[in-house]
């Protein structure tokens, strides 16, 4: 256990929707990122978040946007749902932002299925 | 887009057997690391390797790095049904952001 926690585990939105999903990183972690996996791949890095300000960006559009709190938790907000947004989403805390010598720490993610 | 590109896509060995898998990345690093991911749940980190290392050991684990090829491979050696995942190779960015590639399916069979 990595003491990361992503909440909900799973959601079933419809096409248009907006929806939200949430992460704890583990104690003592400032830095927050966000990967979106789709089935069979790799995960895809979506932004980072460190001391609650963006931090980096992947090739996602702006209905991608995020959160983070003075306790270092993270929401991913994803507006205007399409097929396409399907996938697990992961959360991975690390201690410091995205420094090369430490590893990313996971939560067991939240599978969003879009209909 | 992706930094790593696993090889095989997929593999399946008998219990016993040594599994090797390839990462190709195309940008210079500053380290690399190796993941598993047991059916869809989340990543766990395997191994680390620094760009000034060639290869690191840790339990049956072997890890090399070749950056004059941009190439490393995992070795996992007396393999368990229990290695049965996904692995997945990831690399540092210049911005310091972690891009993982696509994986390999490891099936270990009885």
């Known amino acids: 256990e990595t003491g990361v926690t992503q909440s909900p585990t799973h959601l079933i939105k419809t096409r248009g929707q907006q929806v939200t999903l949430r992460c704890s990183s583990q104690s003592g972690h400032n830095t927050v990122s966000w990967y979106q996996q789709a089935l069979g791949q790799g995960p895809q890095f979506i932004f980072q978040y460190y001391r609650e300000e963006e931090n980096g960006r992947g090739n996602f559009p702006p209905r991608f946007s995020g959160l983070q709190f003075p306790n270092y938790s993270s929401e991913l907000n994803v507006n205007a749902l399409e097929l396409d947004d399907s996938a697990l989403y992961l959360c991975?805390?690390?201690?410091?932002?995205?420094?090369?010598?430490?590893?990313?720490?996971f939560g067991s993610g939240t599978q969003l299925s879009v209909l | 887009s992706q930094q790593g590109e696993e090889d095989p896509q997929a593999l399946s060995i008998q219990e016993g057997e040594n599994a090797t898998m390839n990462c190709s990345y195309k940008t210079s690093i500053n380290n690399l690391q190796w993941y598993r991911q047991n059916s869809g749940r989340g990543l766990v980190h395997l191994i680390l390797i620094r760009s000034n290392e060639r290869e690191k050991h840790s339990g049956r684990l072997r890890v090399t790095l070749d950056t004059s090829k941009k190439s490393s491979s995992l070795l996992i050696t007396a393999s368990r049904a229990a290695d049965t995942a996904s692995y997945f190779c990831a690399t540092d960015q210049r911005d310091d952001k972690i891009i993982f590639g696509k994986g390999t399916r490891l099936h270990i069979l009885p």
């Open positions: 991975a805390s690390s201690p410091v932002p995205g420094r090369s010598y430490e590893k990313l720490f």
